[in-house]
């Protein structure tokens, strides 16, 4: 083919109307474009499936959403194989399978009723360490770390901003 007959073609091409076809819909199940023919499904496995109960294309609405979450209502963050909580001993935060503590130690220590000497945090309820970097910290210090008393002067500044508005 010479490129004059070439260039013709692709302007012939070009030129044509298209019509977009109305008879393609997608298969209830899959979502696979099939041309309608009476059937909403593009196979007979597609059908069986969906009549043993499981939920087509984009209907996921259908599933019912499992969320995991405290008593007082807060979701649950998810780890890799389990859920992250606070020991229920120490306090430190570790992945749970199922357990409330996060060792044997600790389990045994909770079960037989010793607490621990540490003071919690005013703001989390976290252990403060004995021991801040390389230095032993203040009797008298009531957060685990700065940003704890950051988060609580926060708090305490807006509830004074809004007692001040209010009078």
Wanted: hydrophobic share 30%; net charge positive; with cysteine.
């Amino acid at each position: 083919m010479k490129a004059k007959s070439i260039a013709k073609a692709i302007l012939a091409d070009h030129r044509r109307e298209r019509s977009e076809r109305t008879d393609i819909t997608k298969c209830f199940m899959c979502g696979y474009g099939v041309v309608y023919r009476g059937s909403r499904f593009c196979s007979d496995r597609c059908r069986e499936y969906y009549v043993e109960g499981n939920t087509g294309h984009f209907q996921d609405w259908l599933q019912a959403k499992i969320t995991y979450q405290w008593q007082d209502g807060r979701p649950m963050r998810a780890g890799q194989r389990g859920f992250h909580i606070n020991c229920a001993h120490c306090r430190k935060e570790f992945e749970s399978l199922g357990l409330r503590c996060c060792s044997v130690e600790c389990e045994r220590l909770h079960r037989d009723g010793v607490k621990i000497g540490k003071r919690r945090c005013t703001n989390c309820d976290m252990a403060i360490p004995t021991w801040r970097k390389g230095r032993r910290v203040s009797s008298k210090t009531r957060f685990c770390s700065p940003k704890c008393a950051k988060a609580t002067s926060r708090v305490s500044d807006t509830r004074e901003a809004v007692l001040s508005a209010n009078t």
